[in-house]
């Protein structure tokens, strides 16, 4: 079965700092991976998608990420931190089993931008 | 201006009462979810739908209920059976059934017990 793990429930950083958010999926074949973002009280936003093309995928907000077969990963990363950064992401993997277009969420990793 | 729309944006329950949340899409998309997210948790399927007078239930069902007679609306009931319905309640769609079609989320409800 599919899964997803985030590794750090919090992470800090500088403005100005590069963002670091770190993904590894379990799937038995190729994965479609996502990055979406959540800010205080709304709803997700899709930030980008893996769907087997780029292993580098390029999102909004200056956001990449890249997909690395061999290390089962798909770390978000961002090369300078701005206060409008501070969010809760979450990665999430496609459920390849179902029929439907059902999507298998981490448990989040919380943002904090330090001025 | 296509979206999602969820409403109320806050809803108060009293023990043992029946409480609904809208959702409602203009993206002419044929899938519809909901999921109940729970502080420092991921996001847990609840029901979802593919195509209207059909639907599935997710993960955590129990105390739930859904309803999909047309394409644009998938409203959401939480029952008095569900003992712990504090939490806030995300409706998301997608285009097509294939598994990796991206999910659009609406707003949210938050489900608060009195």
């Known amino acids: 079965a599919q899964s997803v793990t985030q590794l750090g429930s919090h992470v800090s950083v500088s403005e100005g700092a590069l963002v670091l958010l770190r993904c590894n999926y379990s799937s038995s074949v190729p994965p479609y991976l996502f990055w979406y973002v959540q800010y205080p009280n709304q709803g997700l936003q899709l930030l980008l998608k893996?769907?087997?093309?780029?292993?580098l995928v390029k999102g909004i907000n200056g956001f990449e990420a890249e997909f690395k077969k061999s290390e089962t990963s798909f770390h978000l990363t961002k090369p300078s931190a701005h206060m409008s950064d501070a969010a809760e992401y979450f990665c999430a993997v496609s459920d390849l089993k179902s029929s439907a277009s059902k999507i298998i969420f981490g448990s989040g990793t919380r943002l904090s931008i330090r001025p | 201006d296509g979206g999602i729309t969820q409403s109320p944006k806050y809803l108060f329950r009293k023990e043992g009462q029946n409480v609904t949340l809208s959702c409602e899409q203009n993206?002419?998309?044929?899938?519809m979810y909901w999921y109940r997210q729970d502080p420092g948790q991921g996001l847990r399927l609840i029901y979802y739908?593919?195509?209207?007078?059909?639907?599935q239930k997710g993960d955590i069902a129990e105390g739930y209920s859904v309803s999909r007679e047309k394409k644009e609306s998938f409203p959401l009931t939480v029952t008095s059976a569900q003992k712990n319905p504090t939490a806030f309640y995300l409706c998301?769609?997608?285009?097509?059934?294939?598994?990796?079609?991206?999910?659009?989320f609406g707003p949210g409800t938050r489900l608060l017990v009195l």
């Open positions: 739908s593919q195509i209207v007078n059909d639907f």
């Open positions: 993206l002419n998309h044929d899938a």
């Open positions: 893996y769907t087997s093309a780029a292993t």
């Open positions: 998301a769609s997608s285009d097509g059934l294939a598994n990796k079609e991206t999910q659009y």
